[in-house]
């Protein structure tokens, strides 16, 4: 997104807050009731506000008075407001209610091994004790069911529309690759790509977990705001490789979660050497970046992890190295990380909000 349709979007976002939510009198992006917003090159406007299921009548007007406010501002050349309703029963028996700690695994740009990270530190949590789930949400490239072992399988239909996860190595996990043909391309965009990261959070039957990471896709667009307006997040943990190229989206990725009011776990830096068979590192991308990074930006680093054969073979095979190879020296790395952010989690903690189920 340029510059411009970055401040239009902030303009956006503004305006459509000055419209009171009819249930908690906050203002529509406050409250958490805007979705999808999705801003053409040519001015073209659309989003949806949600409303809960049972009261759609009460945000006709909410909506009414969202467009006509968005379509006041200058370039905005048309508004679409679509309005939806949300099954709170569905709710109550489906999402992450009954999760003590939803944690974001981010890299704000791709090709990092986010994805490979994301899946052991869920091994590495498992192996701690802790039920575990993990939510891939990298709706245009999900890989949990190759890091899994998991191509072909779908999960099952639970009460109503929900799902139910599927289980592989402790833990349970869903991805919209268990969804889709993975030969299809994933040409999802705006409220198409939204739409499907609000099904994966609010229709899974997940049950009682300890923790369940949520793999983010690459980037800081609409899934990632979407994702942190709908669920209350115990923390982010940002993954990043060495070099400058990699560290300028992670400090875009921290600045988008403290502007968002999500704690920062840490940081890990991934890929961060190679161990010849001699013992001598080679810093193949540089050296020390996330660490230096975490230092500015004021947030914990949580460690270090190397170049290594046997994290990629694994993730190739579809066998975690935290779960197959427990003993193996990067999976210790994975359990360390794990319990420092454990332990960040309770540092960083805030009281729980008060929660009113309509």
């Not at 091994?123 to 939510?135: H, I, Q, R, V």
């Not at 109503?160 to 289980?167: D, F, M, V």
């Not at 690459?218 to 942190?228: A, R, S």
Request: aromatic fraction near 4%; proline fraction near 6%.
């Amino acid at each position: 997104m340029n510059n411009q349709l970055a401040r239009l979007k902030e303009q956006i976002e503004k305006r459509l807050d000055t419209v009171k939510d009819p249930v908690s009198g906050k203002g529509l992006m406050s409250a958490g009731r805007i979705a999808g917003l999705n801003i053409g090159d040519d001015g073209k406007v659309s989003f949806t506000i949600e409303a809960p299921a049972g009261i759609a009548s009460e945000y006709a007007h909410a909506r009414d008075k969202g467009e006509a406010a968005v379509h006041e501002i200058e370039g905005v050349s048309a508004v679409l407001a679509v309005l939806t309703t949300h099954d709170a029963k569905l709710a109550s028996a489906a999402g992450i209610g009954r999760v003590k700690h939803v944690v974001a695994v981010a890299s704000a740009k791709g090709g990092v091994g986010k994805s490979t990270v994301a899946v052991n530190l869920a091994c590495a949590f498992a192996s701690l004790g802790m039920k575990t789930g993990l939510l891939d949400l990298d709706v245009y490239g999900p890989s949990a069911p190759t890091l899994l072992g998991l191509q072909g399988k779908k999960p099952s239909q639970g009460q109503g529309k929900s799902l139910l996860p599927l289980e592989a190595y402790n833990l349970k996990t869903m991805s919209i690759g268990y969804l889709v043909d993975p030969g299809s391309p994933m040409i999802w965009r705006g409220a198409m790509a939204t739409s499907a990261v609000r099904q994966m959070i609010d229709e899974v039957m997940w049950g009682d977990l300890d923790v369940l990471l949520l793999d983010l896709p690459p980037g800081t667009g609409d899934v990632q705001l979407t994702l942190v307006q709908r669920v209350p997040l115990a923390g982010a943990i940002i993954v990043s490789t060495p070099q400058e190229m990699a560290l300028a989206d992670v400090r875009r990725g921290i600045s988008m979660f403290d502007k968002t009011h999500a704690p920062i776990l840490g940081v890990i830096e991934n890929m961060a050497y190679y161990e010849t068979p001699d013992g001598h590192r080679v810093h193949i991308f540089g050296e020390g970046g996330a660490r230096r990074t975490a230092d500015q930006a004021g947030v914990p680093f949580l460690g270090e992890i190397p170049i290594d054969v046997a994290l990629r073979e694994s993730a190739d095979a579809g066998a975690p190295l935290s779960a197959t190879q427990p003993d193996h020296p990067i999976s210790r790395r994975f359990r360390e990380i794990a319990e420092a952010a454990l332990a960040n989690i309770t540092r960083l903690a805030k009281p729980a909000p008060s929660i009113k189920v309509i």
